[in-house]
């Protein structure tokens, strides 16, 4: 078994857009710089997600220096959106719980409303310092933080449990359907050169120099079955996740984690696990 690393890193600029790949990225403690600062809103103040809109997948954010983003999707001009200027924010709900965010400019609404066909807004984390604590006890300390990630800063795959994942569905009823790429996860870091579903038990571990807590396994949902080019939906990987990966009612795929310590990871870097 070779030494696990680093494969591959991702930021989601734009919550619930296509990711973004990276050579290299900067581990804050709420996350990778520049992950998940942006969201979409709808008339309410609700931050969507694929799981209400698979057609947020069709469209892609990526990040520019300063902290702007690109955006682009098929039949319309790229857009490119600075950073708003701070003053007055707009309260946002993501999963029943209420963030400060602050509005971007109106012709960035006015992109993402002709994308998707109805209106929405588009929103920026000027401070994940102070806006939005991880709120998940027991699995949380005090003064931890998260953007605008669904829970946790950073999400762990592993190459090895994708192949078995895709071994499973190989078997299973809807083998049409594979084998999945790695994007139907949205994971942050993905790791190669493990058992399938090493991950499972890691508590501890070291990207390169920076220290990270296994939070909790990821329990997954039906932005899983979501194309991530095409916004299509189908039944895996849930299907064969509920036949085979069903812990304590959840449906298991990866690791959340906590960043312990700050610094730069690159694709290479040793992966050690520490406890």
Known sequence: MPTPALHSLHIHPVKALRAQTLPTAVVEPWGLAGDRRWAVTDGTGKVLTQREEPRLATAAAEALPGGGVLLSAPGLEPLAVAVPEPGVTTTARIFGTKVELVPADAGADDW????????????????????????????????????????????????????????????GDH?????????????????????????????????????????????????????????????????????????????????????????????????????
Not at 191 to 202: I, L, R
């Open 175 to 275: 083998a049409v359907e594979g084998p999945l790429p790695m994007d139907r996860f949205r994971p942050s870091v993905v790791v190669a050169g493990t058992e399938p579903w090493a991950e499972d038990d890691w508590t501890e571990l070291a990207i390169g120099e920076v220290v990270l807590r296994a939070a909790k396994m990821s329990g997954r949902c039906v932005v899983t079955t979501t194309d991530q080019t095409t916004g299509a939906r189908g039944k895996e990987p849930l299907r064969t996740l509920g036949r085979h990966r069903r812990f304590a009612g959840r449906l298991i795929f990866g690791q959340n984690l906590v960043p312990l310590t700050t610094g730069t990871i690159r694709v290479g870097d040793p992966v050690e696990v520490l406890d």
């Open 112 to 171: 993402l409303s002709t994308h998707l066909g109805y209106a929405v807004h588009l929103v920026h984390l000027d401070d994940p310092a102070v806006r939005r604590p991880i709120d998940d006890p027991p699995y949380t300390s005090p003064g931890e933080m998260v953007g605008l990630a669904d829970r946790y800063p950073l999400l762990l795959t592993t190459l090895a449990s994708l192949d078995s994942l895709n071994s499973l569905i190989a078997q």
